[in-house]
């Protein structure tokens, strides 16, 4: 399935957040959003799941989502926002409780993402027991239980340490492999960017337009081994934010 | 090499010196052996303090005046009479006041034009002493069990609603946005996330409720009410059987021990989940 972004444009009261965001989502493609910090990469992701509208501009759908799919735009959060009230076994259930699956269907489906997520031991684990990566990895486990066509991750691995980062990274590329998802990841690291990222779009800051598109054409499984190519692009990537994190912070200075 | 960090790799200098420990404290260990010391150390002074003249028996009745209370109301079978009306209107009183006001207190969390219209109500109605009603609920609700359990609804209902729609306010926003971004019905948001959410919040206003309920209890037995706890209190303390006065207000904190010992198993196992 691909998502097409349209001129989006919007304003909370009288602060300009994005204006004129375009770009497409292909299908099976990961398409990382950097940019400095209130720039509005979390606003753009609601507007990409359907939580919010924007003011102006449209996003659109084209395409089917894969067969089966229950939830074709489903969301990773960086607070995970797993219920502390139900176990990891129960936070999965809930998102196919209400498309009729329970039971031995919901089992099947559960133990196939918690294998897959390899959380097959905290099944009846409570959130408040498990580290901040497992807690991640449930709620990637729970995005997988819906099928989704399009991952809409919202910075998913920053609240965690760099081994788990990794870690994470890789099993999410080993997912990516399999199920070849498209998704839309929002980071602050760079270096995720370029080991995710079929295309990283540089939002500058705020109001947040599309600054630049970067395309990496290296495909995801050669990255660990070829980091030495990548790492122009990362000096790139890193050299745009610092010059817009730079005039961000003359604005204010200058600002009476 | 590794080295051991957890020894010293040189002697430690002349002046070497633990750090001051400031931790601790501001923690509450459990001392389960307490409360009966507490308890019998008071009843023994008691004790003494009437056996020996010190406590006059018009301030205070003697222990074994109040043992004496409690032999009656056993003995007659009277105790089983006020306690079973007393409890009657506590628990329907009480249990319709925090239904309702679960009820309502949710919906003034979910809708805000509910919230617009009946909050300012709810606001203006809480302070009223409820039992400055009474009179008006007999007008309403006749003289007998009706008035008496209506006003423990009133008392027990406004207290429900505020502890219920803070706990929804209180719902982390992200939960509910996690809930629509999976495509949850709104019934199964509501049931499945605020509703828990707002638990802890609603099981502490049920432990102010009840206590409210109680206090409305007495209050309104003391008005033409035959039995209850209250009309034996009040009756005693016409009498000035003081005995039976206290015998009356250790069984009305009997019954506020229960029901706190209710909600607190209610407490561990709908909120086990916090451990
Ligand atoms: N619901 C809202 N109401 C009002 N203002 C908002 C709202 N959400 C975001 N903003 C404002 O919009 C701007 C962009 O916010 P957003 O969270 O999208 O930034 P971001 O790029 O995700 O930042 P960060 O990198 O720090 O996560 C900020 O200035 C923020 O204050
Ligand atoms: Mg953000």
Redesign the pocket.
């Known amino acids: 399935m691909r998502l097409l972004l349209n001129g989006i444009t919007h304003s909370?009261?009288p602060?300009e957040?994005l204006r004129d965001v375009s770009f497409t989502v292909e299908d099976a493609e990961i398409v990382c959003i950097i940019?400095?910090?209130?720039?509005?990469?979390?606003?753009?992701?609601?507007f990409l799941g359907g939580l919010?509208k924007p003011d102006g501009g449209a996003v659109l759908m084209s395409g089917n989502a894969p067969e089966g799919s229950l939830n074709p735009l489903t969301y990773v959060f960086q607070d995970f926002a797993l219920l502390p009230w139900r176990t990891v076994e129960g936070n999965i259930s809930l998102v196919l409780e209400d498309h009729g699956i329970s039971g031995g269907a919901a089992r099947a489906v559960i133990d196939g993402v918690l294998a897959r997520t390899k959380l097959s031991d905290f099944r009846k684990a409570w959130p408040r027991q498990l580290s901040g990566g497992m807690k991640q990895r449930v709620a990637i486990a729970r995005a997988l239980a819906v099928r989704p066509a399009v991952m809409l991750m919202?910075?998913p691995l920053s609240a965690l340490d760099s081994q788990t980062r990794e870690l994470l990274m890789d099993d999410f590329l080993d997912l990516w492999q399999r199920e070849r998802f498209s998704s839309v990841y929002?980071t602050?690291n760079l270096s995720e960017a370029v080991r995710l990222g079929h295309r990283i779009v540089v939002?500058s800051r705020?109001p947040?337009q599309v600054r630049e598109i970067i395309e990496i054409d290296m495909p995801l499984e050669d990255r660990p081994h070829r980091t030495a190519e990548l790492e122009p692009i990362r000096q790139k990537l890193w050299d745009m934010l610092r010059d817009e994190a730079r005039a961000a912070d003359r604005e204010l200075t200058d600002a009476p | 090499m590794p080295r051991d960090t957890g020894r010293l790799s040189a002697p430690a200098p002349q002046d070497a010196r633990p750090v001051p420990f400031r931790g601790g404290g501001f923690r509450h260990r459990p001392h389960p052996w307490l409360p009966p010391i507490v308890f019998a150390a008071l009843l023994a002074l008691w004790a003494t303090g009437s056996a020996s003249g010190i406590i006059s028996p018009v301030a205070l009745p003697a222990p074994a005046d109040v043992y004496a209370a409690f032999r009656d109301l056993v003995v007659t079978g009277m105790l089983w009479t006020h306690l079973s009306v007393s409890l009657y209107r506590l628990g329907v009183g009480w249990a319709l006041g925090a239904a309702l006001g679960v009820a309502a207190g949710l919906t003034i969390g979910l809708f805000s034009l509910v919230r617009a219209g009946l909050l300012p109500l709810v606001s203006a109605l809480f302070p009223v002493p409820k039992i400055a009603l009474l009179p008006l609920f007999i007008i309403w609700f006749g003289i007998g069990e009706g008035s008496k359990i209506a006003t423990i609804v009133f008392g027990t209902f406004f207290p429900t609603v505020i502890s219920t729609y803070s706990g929804v306010d209180g719902v982390d926003r992200n939960l509910i946005r996690m809930g629509q971004s999976f495509g949850l019905t709104w019934s199964s948001i509501v049931r499945k996330i605020i509703l828990p959410g707002a638990m802890p919040a609603i099981l502490s206003g049920f432990r102010i409720s009840i206590s409210i309920a109680i206090v409305l209890l007495v209050a309104a037995e003391m008005i033409g009410a035959q039995y209850g706890i209250g009309a034996y209190i009040l009756m005693a303390g016409s009498l000035f059987a003081l005995g039976q006065l206290i015998a009356g207000v250790i069984i009305l904190s009997v019954i506020g021990l229960g029901a706190s010992w209710l909600i607190g198993r209610a407490e561990r196992k709908l909120l086990d989940w916090r451990g």
């Open positions: 909370y009261g602060t957040v940019g400095p910090s209130g720039c509005g990469k979390s606003t753009l992701l609601r919010e919202d910075e929002v602050h939002l705020r947040g």
